[in-house]
């Protein structure tokens, strides 16, 4: 007795669409073989197996020239992008004979190369390579780990995208009445303190979203408002230890985005228009919280905020 196949058959761009309606973070997996041949290819796949032992896994399609490799080597790091690194996604992603030209990296374990800047590194030992249907399951263990905290990278409905607080947890005051009780709620120290704080936590998320840490983000404002001539004064304006200044500059130098000079550090066109970003959310997160107030209000705080600084 012959029996028919009634499975509906699945249209691969359809599901290809549906399953793009799942959020993903953005990696380059990276690795390299015995005989010094590296590779490198943007996947989303990437997803945590175990806790105990430390597994993570992704898949690779079977017709990539890039699988050779991943094969043959014994570990091979995920690196998860920060919001700032699309060009990198971009790159491992497009048919080049070198992707790694002009790519900064260090060399982890097994010899896989490990991307700069990223928002975390798993350094992993190849575990298993499992078949499934038109790709092929890598599955790694977690030998090592790096932990830099940037805001990633997301790729949703086929487009970059970005960290942002769900609106719904910014709960509103009920009355102004109950949430400024008593002679503490005239002090003018901890009024302006508790705005700054209220004030940052919906805008510091906008701006970390970009892919910036708050030190990289302020260096390159200030350095783009042009107020200090010199390294000395550049400390004095973004208000940070020296330490954290060199670090910064380190890595925006490394994206192309500051070149050091003798006395200070000057933009690239690549980071002038970086610091237009900054500006654009800082003036249009600025625009929303101050819209109930009149333009002659908003310019009177201004100045009164400028006479406290320079007191």
């Known amino acids: ?26 990696t380059v997996m ?3 073989n015995s005989q010094g041949e590296k590779v490198g290819v943007t996947a989303n796949s990437f997803n945590s197996v175990s806790l105990d032992p430390a597994l993570i896994l992704w898949s690779i399609d079977k017709n990539s020239s890039s699988y050779r490799i991943f094969s043959q080597a014994s570990h091979f790091a995920v690196n998860i992008l920060s919001a700032a690194q699309i060009e990198f996604s971009n790159n491992f992603a497009r048919r080049a004979e070198d992707r790694f030209a002009g790519v900064d990296f260090d060399m982890g374990a097994g010899k896989a190369p490990l991307l700069k800047n990223c928002s975390a ?3 992993c030992e190849k575990f298993d390579i499992v078949e499934g249907g038109d790709h092929w399951i890598i599955l790694g263990k977690v030998v090592k780990f790096h932990d830099y905290g940037r805001s990633p990278l997301l790729y949703h409905q086929g487009v970059y995208s970005a960290v942002l607080p769900h609106p719904s947890l910014n709960t509103p005051v009920e009355s102004r009445e109950d949430s400024f009780p008593g002679r503490l709620y005239h002090n003018m120290y901890y009024l302006l303190t508790q ?5 940052e936590s919906d805008y510091q998320p906008k701006q970390q979203a970009t892919g910036f840490r708050t030190s990289e983000a302020r260096l390159l404002l200030v350095l783009d408002s042009k107020t200090a001539s010199s390294k000395r004064a550049l400390q004095h304006e973004v208000a940070m230890p020296i330490a954290e200044v060199e670090q910064a500059a380190e890595i925006l130098a ?4 500051l070149i050091e000079t003798e006395t200070t550090y000057v933009l690239t066109e690549h980071g002038k228009s970086a610091a237009n970003m900054l500006y654009r959310i800082s003036e249009s997160h600025q625009q929303e919280v101050f819209s109930k107030y009149t333009e002659e209000q908003r310019e009177l705080f201004k100045e009164m905020l400028k006479d406290l600084i320079e007191l």
């Open 195 to 199: 705005a700054v704080r209220a004030y």
């Open 1 to 26: 007795m012959n029996t028919i196949n009634t499975a509906p058959v699945i249209d691969t761009k359809a599901f290809r669409r549906a399953l793009g309606n799942f959020a993903t973070g953005v």
């Open 30 to 32: 990276t690795a390299q």
């Open 254 to 257: 490394q994206k192309g985005l």
């Open 121 to 123: 590194v798993l350094e």
